[in-house]
């Protein structure tokens, strides 16, 4: 493959653009160079912004979807895990040369699919049909994997101009670390592109800013379909997030009062002892300490002792949450056909 010729301060432009493009993230040449030395890129990685380095495409095209998955990106992450879309297809169905008709079609029809008007989306419904009358069932999967699989490296691909969605405005990474603001949109607590990063770093939950941890509690309770009201952030006397049933009476007590401890100590007894007293003060029906830590054992064994309705929300709670609540990869274009995502969400 032929070759690329940039400057280490032209690298950190296209990076940074690329970031940006594809992720809506707004990021720093510090960052770019801390997830290089991260993700083992160091010797591809330009040590003089003036100095001039030359890259064969692949190599290039590497560099970018490791950043692109460092900052958040589940495209890219499976295209670097997988990229070749035949031999993934192959071991998935392995018998696929056997009778590949499916494939062959799907192929040969895929061209001639345009997305809807005034949208980059495209419905494959009609394709899945046309394969169903011919291959039945195991022709439609077939013919998804493989739009999956293409789809997800066309969403990860440095050289495209292809997105999951156009952000009206570019998030400021450090923002997660430095910041007090939670979003503006009514009824929204926690950024998706901050998910995103965070799934893909979760040792950066010790370094998040204490609001920002506490609109992520919130935003989880939310897509749990309660209603939230998040305190606010000062003077809240020890209650973070208070949490409803969705169609509760607007004066009924809340079902759950959380505190948040973004902290690397142990959460000890005294903290789960004064909320279980707010939880019977306000009536509310259990309580949650959630922790970028852990309980010590000794308020795991006052709340078992005692029978107080408080749970424990623990740094390994909050990676599975971080799994459930980011964007799945393989991109919206087939979104609504029925698809299954790659990390299991439809």
Do not use: H
């Given at each position: 493959m032929g070759a690329i010729v940039l400057s280490g301060r032209d690298v950190v432009g296209y990076l940074t653009d690329l970031i940006g493009f594809k992720l809506g993230l707004a990021i720093t040449e510090d960052e770019l160079t801390e997830a290089a030395s991260g993700h083992g890129l160091s010797d591809v990685w330009p040590d003089t912004m003036d100095a001039t380095y030359r890259y064969r495409s692949e190599v290039m095209e590497e560099l970018c979807q490791v950043m692109l998955a460092a900052f958040g990106d589940a495209d890219a992450t499976h295209a670097l895990s997988f990229p070749a879309v035949m031999p993934q297809l192959m071991r998935e169905f392995p018998d696929l040369m056997d009778d590949p008709g499916a494939l062959d079609y799907t192929l040969k029809r895929l061209p001639e699919l345009s997305p809807a008007s005034g949208t980059n989306v495209i419905d494959p419904r009609p394709?899945?049909?046309?394969?169903?009358?011919?291959?039945?069932?195991?022709?439609?999967?077939?013919?998804?994997?493989?739009?999956q699989i293409i789809n997800r490296n066309l969403m990860a691909s440095p050289w495209s101009r292809?997105?999951?969605?156009?952000?009206?405005?570019?998030?400021?990474?450090?923002?997660?670390?430095?910041?007090?603001?939670?979003?503006?949109?009514?009824?929204?607590?926690?950024?998706?592109?901050?998910?995103?990063?965070?799934?893909?770093n979760s040792a950066s939950l010790d370094r998040m800013h204490w609001r920002q941890f506490e609109g992520l509690v919130a935003e989880r309770l939310r897509r749990k379909g309660l209603r939230v009201e998040i305190g606010p952030g000062r003077g809240d006397e020890g209650i973070d997030v208070r949490a409803w049933e969705a169609d509760s009476d607007e004066t009924?007590?809340?079902?759950?009062?959380?505190?948040?401890?973004?902290?690397?100590?142990?959460?000890?007894?005294?903290?789960?002892?004064?909320?279980?007293?707010?939880?019977?003060?306000?009536?509310a029906r259990s309580g949650m300490v959630a922790t970028t830590s852990s309980w010590s054992p000794g308020a795991?064994?006052?709340?078992?002792?005692?029978?107080?309705?408080?749970?424990?929300?623990?740094?390994d709670t909050l990676v599975t949450w971080l799994t459930e609540m980011r964007t799945p990869g393989c991109g919206a274009w087939l979104a609504g056909s029925g698809l299954k995502q790659e990390n299991g969400s439809s």
């Open positions: 394709l899945f049909r046309e394969v169903e009358e011919r291959w039945g069932s195991r022709g439609i999967l077939i013919a998804g994997r493989l739009m292809v997105r999951r969605q156009d952000f009206s405005s570019l998030l400021e990474l450090r923002d997660l670390f430095d910041s007090e603001k939670l979003p503006v949109p009514l009824g929204l607590f926690f950024d998706q592109r901050f998910i995103d990063f965070l799934e893909a009924a007590p809340a079902v759950m009062l959380v505190q948040c401890k973004r902290t690397r100590d142990k959460v000890d007894r005294v903290v789960v002892k004064a909320l279980a007293a707010d939880v019977m003060f306000e009536g795991r064994k006052t709340v078992e002792a005692r029978g107080y309705p408080v749970e424990e929300t623990n740094r």
